[in-house]
């Protein structure tokens, strides 16, 4: 079998990208999830569209000028147009509304940071005023206010997106984890499901992070999970979305389902598959929402993940060594915006134009040579500190109890389910062969090196492994 284009990975970036090569006329596009669409960081996003990311542009400026910091702010705004254009081009329903977006400090030590931040972004073009007060029930030192920014129902637009693509001829296929990806000896690429082999002239990899070893890009970049919650308040909720630029990162914005009392709360990031006690991290998100708003009820609770590059910048573009394969990674949990400016670049290389922007998101960039090595030195020593071994025997386990077990040497990790199901799994990390850790907050197993997750079965949450964990059989 032979397609042109085959986008593997149905989140956002890969069904933007899926959409805009069919558009630009491409013969034949598929693509390819291993779960359903827009079950990955898509679906546990905040949901705002926004070129501000925190405070990033005085920063850019100062290490990389001002040419570079404008064509990041340029694609960023074209990412949060992007999203626009599609849900009204496409009669979308996924809640899209235009609201300001404002990141501030409670802290007058970071007042000027704020100021020039300000300062930065107005300079780029970027639509950014300095205020002093935030939608918010509490005082601010100052904020960087960015005017007619966007906030959406992640889930919703995905559906849109699908269907779009669906009318347009793509062939999606749902439950077909792709196992690797090469470049063949005739130029063109072959990906490898358990079901077949199929030819591709390009092959988007929009899987988050690249699965495997493609491009190197799992010691490029660093995993992180953050919590959210969905609350009903008592009361109106803000309706801005805001950001706290000191630690820990609260993050805000209106969830339109239940009317104006809606509101979604993001943050206590941290780092994947670390021995951090996470079910704590996610009662202190909404102990902080309970203590700061009136709140009704807590209707939703989950968390997601994604990576960031050594210069916080995504890798976009042509892997390293192999030309049919293309890569977008390293959101920095800001996917949504330069999930389309990624789009809008692929499309472009994919149709054989120049991108204006690659120069900044280049995925061949060795970038700061520095920081990449001391993220490669951060992996090899979680892999190290993962080494701690819990004595215990599966058959003791309480139910909702994790143990780590040494089984003829090899460590395996057993949870007794509330009814009393023991599930026992291989702790090495079916990647790089990593020790996984406990999640206590979403029982499952976590790699801190790479961010791969496996459920208590072995099935894998997130990749870039792409086999499940061995299972083992412990009597009960
Ligand atoms: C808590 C949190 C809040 C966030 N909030 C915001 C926000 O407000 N604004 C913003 O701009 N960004 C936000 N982000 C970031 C943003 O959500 C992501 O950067 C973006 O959704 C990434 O989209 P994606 O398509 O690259 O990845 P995903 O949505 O994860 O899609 C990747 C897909 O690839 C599939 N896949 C993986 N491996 C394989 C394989 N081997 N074969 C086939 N398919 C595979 C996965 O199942 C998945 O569906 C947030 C992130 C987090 C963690
Ligand atoms: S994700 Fe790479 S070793 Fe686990």
Same mark, same amino acid.
């Given at each position: 079998?032979?397609?042109?284009?085959?986008?593997?990975?149905?989140?956002?970036? /890969?069904?933007?990208? #899926?959409? $805009?090569?069919?558009?630009?006329? *491409?013969?034949? +596009? &598929? @693509?390819? =999830?291993?779960? %359903?669409?827009?079950?990955?960081?898509?679906?546990?996003?905040?949901?705002?569209?926004?070129?501000?990311?925190?405070?990033?542009?005085?920063?850019?400026?100062?290490?990389?000028?001002?040419?570079?910091?404008?064509?990041?702010?340029?694609?960023?705004?074209?990412?949060?147009?992007?999203?626009?254009?599609?849900?009204?081009?496409?009669?979308?329903?996924?809640?899209?509304?235009?609201?300001?977006?404002?990141?501030?400090?409670?802290?007058?030590?970071?007042?000027?940071?704020?100021?020039?931040?300000?300062?930065?972004?107005?300079?780029?073009?970027?639509?950014?005023?300095?205020?002093?007060?935030?939608?918010?029930?509490?005082?601010?030192?100052?904020?960087?206010?960015?005017?007619?920014?966007?906030?959406?129902?992640? /889930?919703?637009?995905? #559906?849109? $997106?699908?269907?779009?693509?669906? *009318?347009?001829? +793509? &062939? @999606?296929? =749902?439950?077909? %984890?792709?196992?690797?990806?090469?470049?063949?000896?005739?130029?063109?690429?072959?990906?490898?499901?358990?079901?077949?082999?199929?030819?591709?002239?390009?092959?988007?990899?929009?899987?988050?992070?690249?699965?495997?070893?493609?491009?190197?890009?799992?010691?490029?970049?660093?995993?992180?999970?953050?919590?959210?919650?969905?609350?009903?308040?008592?009361?109106?909720?803000?309706?801005?979305?805001?950001?706290?630029?000191?630690?820990?990162?609260?993050?805000?914005?209106?969830?339109?389902?239940?009317?104006?009392?809606?509101?979604?709360?993001?943050?206590?990031?941290?780092?994947?598959?670390?021995?951090?006690?996470?079910?704590?991290?996610?009662?202190?998100?909404?102990?902080?929402?309970?203590?700061?708003?009136?709140?009704?009820?807590?209707?939703?609770?989950?968390?997601?993940?994604?990576?960031?590059?050594?210069?916080? @910048?995504?890798?976009?573009? %042509?892997?390293?060594?192999?030309?049919?394969?293309?890569?977008?990674?390293?959101?920095?949990?800001?996917?949504?915006?330069?999930?389309?400016?990624?789009?809008?670049?692929?499309?472009?290389?994919?149709?054989?134009?120049?991108?204006?922007?690659?120069?900044?998101?280049?995925?061949?960039?060795?970038?700061?040579?520095?920081?990449?090595?001391?993220?490669?030195?951060?992996?090899?020593?979680?892999?190290?500190?993962?080494?701690?071994?819990?004595?215990?025997?599966?058959?003791?386990?309480?139910?909702?109890?994790?143990?780590?077990?040494?089984?003829?040497?090899?460590?395996?990790?057993?949870?007794?389910?509330?009814?009393?199901?023991?599930?026992?799994?291989?702790?090495?990390?079916?990647?790089?062969?990593?020790?996984?850790?406990?999640?206590?907050?979403?029982?499952?197993?976590?790699?801190?090196?790479?961010?791969?997750?496996?459920?208590?079965?072995?099935?894998?949450?997130?990749?870039?492994?792409?086999?499940?964990?061995?299972?083992?059989?412990?009597?009960?």
């Amino acid at each position: 079998m032979a397609v042109d284009v085959v986008v593997v990975g149905g989140g956002l970036v /890969g069904l933007t990208t #899926a959409l $805009l090569v069919r558009r630009a006329g *491409a013969g034949s +596009v &598929a @693509v390819v =999830e291993a779960r %359903r669409l827009g079950e990955g960081t898509t679906g546990g996003t905040t949901g705002k569209v926004t070129s501000q990311h925190g405070l990033v542009y005085a920063q850019m400026i100062d290490r990389h000028g001002e040419d570079h910091a404008r064509m990041y702010a340029e694609a960023n705004q074209a990412g949060v147009e992007l999203v626009a254009t599609l849900t009204g081009e496409y009669g979308i329903d996924c809640d899209l509304t235009r609201a300001p977006a404002l990141a501030y400090t409670r802290d007058p030590g970071r007042r000027r940071t704020v100021e020039e931040e300000a300062a930065a972004a107005g300079r780029l073009g970027l639509p950014a005023s300095l205020v002093e007060s935030v939608d918010l029930p509490f005082e601010v030192e100052a904020a960087v206010r960015f005017g007619n920014q966007l906030h959406f129902h992640a /889930g919703r637009y995905v #559906a849109g $997106l699908a269907a779009a693509l669906s *009318a347009a001829g +793509v &062939a @999606v296929f =749902e439950h077909t %984890r792709v196992l690797d990806v090469e470049e063949h000896r005739d130029g063109t690429a072959r990906v490898r499901t358990a079901a077949a082999t199929v030819r591709a002239n390009h092959v988007v990899m929009a899987t988050l992070l690249p699965i495997g070893t493609i491009g190197g890009y799992f010691a490029k970049t660093r995993p992180t999970r953050s919590f959210g919650l969905a609350a009903r308040l008592r009361g109106p909720a803000p309706q801005e979305m805001t950001i706290s630029v000191d630690s820990p990162t609260r993050s805000t914005r209106p969830w339109l389902d239940p009317g104006p009392n809606g509101l979604i709360v993001v943050g206590n990031g941290h780092d994947t598959g670390t021995e951090q006690d996470t079910q704590a991290m996610g009662e202190d998100l909404e102990q902080w929402t309970r203590s700061t708003f009136d709140v009704d009820s807590v209707d939703y609770r989950w968390s997601s993940q994604d990576y960031t590059t050594a210069d916080h @910048v995504p890798y976009i573009g %042509r892997s390293p060594m192999n030309d049919r394969i293309l890569v977008a990674t390293g959101f920095k949990k800001w996917g949504l915006s330069s999930g389309g400016a990624a789009a809008l670049i692929l499309g472009d290389l994919i149709a054989g134009h120049d991108s204006p922007w690659l120069p900044v998101f280049d995925a061949t960039r060795i970038g700061d040579a520095k920081a990449v090595g001391q993220l490669i030195k951060d992996n090899l020593k979680v892999g190290a500190d993962l080494d701690r071994l819990r004595s215990h025997h599966g058959r003791d386990l309480a139910p909702g109890h994790d143990g780590v077990i040494d089984v003829d040497g090899d460590t395996v990790g057993a949870y007794r389910d509330e009814a009393g199901g023991l599930h026992a799994v291989r702790l090495a990390c079916t990647h790089l062969g990593c020790r996984l850790c406990w999640n206590a907050a979403e029982t499952s197993w976590d790699c801190a090196c790479h961010g791969s997750r496996f459920d208590i079965d072995g099935n894998i949450l997130n990749g870039p492994a792409v086999e499940a964990l061995p299972t083992v059989n412990l009597s009960p």
